[in-house]
């Protein structure tokens, strides 16, 4: 029998994401433990890019893999992938403590506890793994001017409007919204450049 | 859908969450009437967005966030109470039965009481927010209306009347300081058509520039307002006139109405 087990030691599957989702409703503890395994170096990463400090970046990645421990019910895997919702749910949650943080007025109406939406992957988009896509959006970030990657970054990480990048940059309102929008078409036409 | 293309260059932003609010709330607006075409342009916009969380560079939390989270997760999950598999055997002595039924009850007794204490600190903890959310609302408004005074008493603030197209009309008035922001003031004011919004603008003093949209304003049931713009689009400097006209519920990006009322900034 032991030797069985050792000549049973072929290469192990992999359970994709929906698969771990579908046990965690079933509050399997190692669903959840393999999920936190894969994305939590994600998740961290973009906390702290946002947040800039590793004691509070923890707390919300805490917080945000409890949520999906408790909510897991409310992710519906059948309407899009899984890691653009949990990155948008630790986003948004660094975003509330960046702006407690600096007891700047909440502009955003989501209630902390509210799950984000569930986005749908577009047509010209096909299934990558994690590695490959960050290395094609890192590099067609990299492409873009340095003022449309600026502007972009200030309203992604730090949640700045048009008008506050404008103010930070000391660049008129209409420039400001060009490089966002430019950048991010350009962004786009990339994605579909390269899938 | 003709008014679309006006709303199609917000998009990109509005995914991005960087629009300012007068722009955000005329595309909510606009996508509330079912636009399909651009429901589905903030939908691919939204994807995109979810992309930039790649740029962020990866990095480790540390192993005692793990041992937190684990130690949380498999806690509530055995309060919850995993469906156990029981020897199916029955040759298990009867102290051993009992002792296994004390223990059960220990165990439904301990989850029953996590889940009281789960409730109560929930429960708290929601009480303690909705303080903190009315005493930050509080704040906010004792804020703003010491903002408002301080525009209106000091003696730097500019005065800036609105006069009605209407030569009958009211009369509004604005005090612009160049560092606190502008208040604009009005009484007996008629309400805008149902389905309608007075929206103020701040037109540039620069050539071909297009009105800057700002706030909308609904008068109250006498027609009296008061309206506090902490942040002008446009300097003081830079801003030839401040105007109101009647726009659709939502706001607009850019003027559709003639004024109601304008003043020029001296």
């Known amino acids: 029998m032991l030797l069985a087990a050792f000549t049973s030691t072929g290469p192990r599957e992999v359970p994709p994401d929906a698969t771990l989702l579908s046990l965690l409703l079933q509050r399997d503890v190692s669903a959840f433990e393999q999920l936190y395994d894969r994305h939590a170096r994600l998740v961290y990463g973009l906390v702290l890019r946002i947040l800039q400090q590793a004691s509070t970046s923890e707390e919300v990645v805490q917080d945000v893999f409890l949520q999906l421990w408790r909510n897991a019910d409310q992710y519906d895997a059948s309407r899009g992938p899984f890691v653009p919702w949990l990155c948008t749910m630790a986003r948004n949650r660094a975003l509330d403590h960046l702006r407690l943080k600096s007891e700047r007025q909440r502009r955003r109406e989501d209630l902390p506890e509210e799950l984000p939406t569930i986005v749908v992957a577009p047509e010209y988009e096909k299934a990558l793994d994690e590695k490959r896509r960050a290395e094609r959006v890192r590099a067609l970030m990299a492409s873009l001017t340095p003022q ?17 990048i404008a103010a930070t940059l000391k660049e008129p309102l209409g420039t400001v919204k060009s490089w966002i929008r430019n950048g991010l078409l350009r962004l786009k036409e990339g994605l579909q450049a390269t899938t | 859908m003709k008014n679309c293309d006006q709303f199609r260059e917000l998009i ?19 996508l509330a009437t079912g636009c399909v075409d651009c429901a589905k342009a903030v939908e ?31 806690a509530e ?11 199916t055997k029955s040759a298990i002595p009867f102290w051993l039965w009992a002792g296994v039924a004390a223990l059960l009850v220990f165990s439904i007794y301990s989850a029953w009481n ?22 930050e609302k509080a704040e906010q408004e004792l804020v703003l209306a010491k903002r408002e005074a301080m525009i209106l008493m000091d003696p730097s603030s500019v005065k800036i009347a609105l006069k009605s197209g209407d030569a009958q009309g009211p009369q509004l008035e604005a005090k612009w300081h160049s560092e606190w922001g502008v208040v604009v003031m009005g009484e007996n004011i008629p309400m805008p058509s149902p389905h309608h919004v007075l929206q103020l603008w701040f037109i ?12 909308m304003i609904r008068p109250d049931a006498n027609g009296k307002f008061v309206l506090l713009v902490s942040d002008p689009p446009e300097s003081m400097d830079a801003t ?4 109101i006209s009647e726009e659709p519920e939502g706001g607009s990006p850019w003027p559709t109405n003639p004024p109601r009322y304008s003043g020029g900034v001296s």
């Open chain 2, 114 to 135: 996590t889940r009281r204490l789960n409730n109560e600190i929930r429960d708290a903890n929601n009480r303690a927010a909705s303080l903190r959310d009315e005493r």
């Open chain 2, 12 to 30: 990109e932003a509005y995914a991005l969450g960087a629009l300012d609010p007068q722009e955000r709330a005329a595309l909510e607006a606009h």
């Open chain 2, 77 to 87: 999950a055995q309060s919850l109470g995993k469906p156990r598999v029981m020897p």
């Open chain 2, 204 to 215: 540039p003093k620069e050539a071909g520039k297009m009105p800057m949209p700002s706030m």
């Open chain 2, 44 to 74: 691919e916009a939204r994807w995109l967005v979810t992309q930039l969380a790649y740029t962020a560079p990866e990095a480790a939390p540390s192993d005692m966030l793990k041992g937190r989270l684990m130690q949380t997760v498999r």
């Open chain 2, 240 to 243: 030839k006139a401040l105007a």
């Open chain 1, 148 to 164: 449309q990657k600026k502007a972009i970054e200030l309203a992604y990480f730090e949640g700045l409007s048009h008008s506050e």
